[in-house]
Antibody, heavy 119, light 110 residues
Framework: QVQLVQSGAEVKKPGASVKVSCKAS????????ICWVRQATGQGLEWMGW????????DYAQKFQGRVTMTRNTSISTAYLILSSLRSEDTAVYYC????????????WGQGTVVTVSS | QSALAQPASVSGSPGQSLTISCTGA?????????VSWYQHHPGKAPKLIIY???NRPSGISNRFSGSKSDNTASLTVSGLQAEDEANYYC??????????FGGGTKLTVL
């Protein structure tokens, strides 16, 4: 079936970087953009940015500019989120999602990856 | 980009209908027909229930319906059921080619 499977939980120290993976299966990976959304504890959903898997072109939310990188490896149908200069406020569940319209309708979601930033 | 405005909570009894509003601006919600709604049960991944203002993905109950007027979108849940208790988020495409979410609404079934 169509699914996105994310990598496991991470614990990082402030100032470090984290890399979360998102493997697609059940559809052609390059057909749809992949976005990343996070949710801090007790907070709402926050859009971080998206990536076109064919071209690798990205667009990031202004809040994360300079700290976020979204990449992919098309040979293994996997997207990656790299967030650097981590701080405690980055502690959250990070989701990847497929945009099936190309205009912000996310129909398939990964299971979420918990990233904890703590000294 | 400011988050879209949603009420923090709504509640209703089984069988009733209720509506959740989502207010934005002409640079996002009011300028495009690209509002989506998501149902989010804690500990699970969000689920798309409405896209492009009023379209339901395959498999989504017709008890969920979406509409929009000017800078305000609405999600109506009819025939409330216990399983509808969840957090609901609206989102919109924006003039910056980004996406913005609402703050979320907790729906309680009494």
């Amino acid at each position: 079936q169509v699914q996105l499977v994310q990598s496991g939980a991470e614990v990082k120290k402030p100032g470090a970087s984290v890399k979360v993976s998102c493997k697609a299966s059940g559809y052609t990976f390059t057909t749809y953009d992949i976005c990343w959304v996070r949710q801090a504890t007790g907070q709402g959903l926050e859009w971080m940015g998206w990536m076109n898997p064919i071209s690798g072109k990205t667009d990031y939310a202004q809040k994360f500019q300079g700290r976020v990188t979204m990449t992919r490896n098309t040979s293994i149908s996997t997207a990656y989120l790299i967030l650097s200069s981590l701080r405690s406020e980055d502690t959250a569940v990070y989701y990847c999602a497929r945009d099936f319209t190309g205009l912000g309708a996310f129909d398939i979601w990964g299971q979420g990856t918990v990233v904890t930033v703590s000294s | 980009q400011s988050a879209l405005a949603q009420p923090a909570s709504v509640s209703g009894s089984p069988g009733q209908s209720l509506t959740i509003s989502c207010t934005g601006a002409s640079s996002d919600l009011g300028g495009y027909n690209y509002v989506s709604w998501y149902q989010h049960h804690p500990g699970k991944a969000p689920k798309l229930i409405i896209y492009e203002d009023s379209n339901r993905p395959s498999g989504i109950s017709n008890r969920f319906s979406g509409s929009k007027s000017d800078n305000t979108a609405s999600l109506t849940v009819s025939g409330l059921q216990a399983e509808d208790e969840a957090n609901y988020y609206c989102s919109s495409y924006t003039s910056s080619s980004n996406v913005v979410f609402g703050g979320g609404t907790k729906l309680t079934v009494l």
